[in-house]
């Protein structure tokens, strides 16, 4: 991976974003359409929820999120996305790490993700992080990790 960092999304990223979006595999990843209006929407957002972006080589390779604490909800549900040309080279851990933290600083005592169960490849890495199973939601396995301060 090259020497990359995660930041939040800004206005100026709409259209790199819209076209991430346009390149991401829905198959696995729904949380919202992935659609340029949505990216448009997503750059304005002003509010608790986390929404970032790893910018490499001139475009957004990775986007990620944090979302419940607008819902009032304490323990956020993750979500990480890797343009499928830069796959497998450290963004979405990157991106978990960062999101992790951030979840940490907010005072959030566990993250929740969920993922089908045939998407091996997220699995290993969210396992690899030291995320557990903790059931069936909507058909898809519902992971936690329990953040330590």
């Given at each position: ?27 696995h990843?729904?949380?919202?359409p992935l ?25 957004l ?9 607008d ?6 549900s993750?979500g ?28 959030a ?8 169960a ?20 909507r058909g ?10």
């Open positions: 991976m090259p020497n990359a960092s995660v930041r939040r999304i800004q206005p100026v990223d709409a259209r790199a974003l819209a076209d991430l979006f346009a390149a991401i595999d829905a198959t990843f729904q949380p919202h659609t340029a209006e949505e990216a448009a929407r997503l750059v304005a957002y002003f509010g608790q929820d986390v929404y970032a972006v790893v910018p490499a080589d001139g475009e390779v990775a986007y990620g999120m944090l979302r419940g604490w819902e009032g909800f304490s323990v956020p993750l990480v996305a890797v343009h499928p040309d830069h796959q497998g080279l450290g963004y979405g851990r990157l991106m978990m790490q960062w999101l992790a933290d951030q979840a940490r600083l907010r005072g005592e566990r993250i929740r993700l969920r993922v089908h045939e998407n091996l490849a997220a699995r290993r890495l969210y396992e690899s992080l030291g995320y557990v199973d903790g059931g069936v939601e898809e396995i519902v992971m936690t990790l329990e953040l330590r301060r």
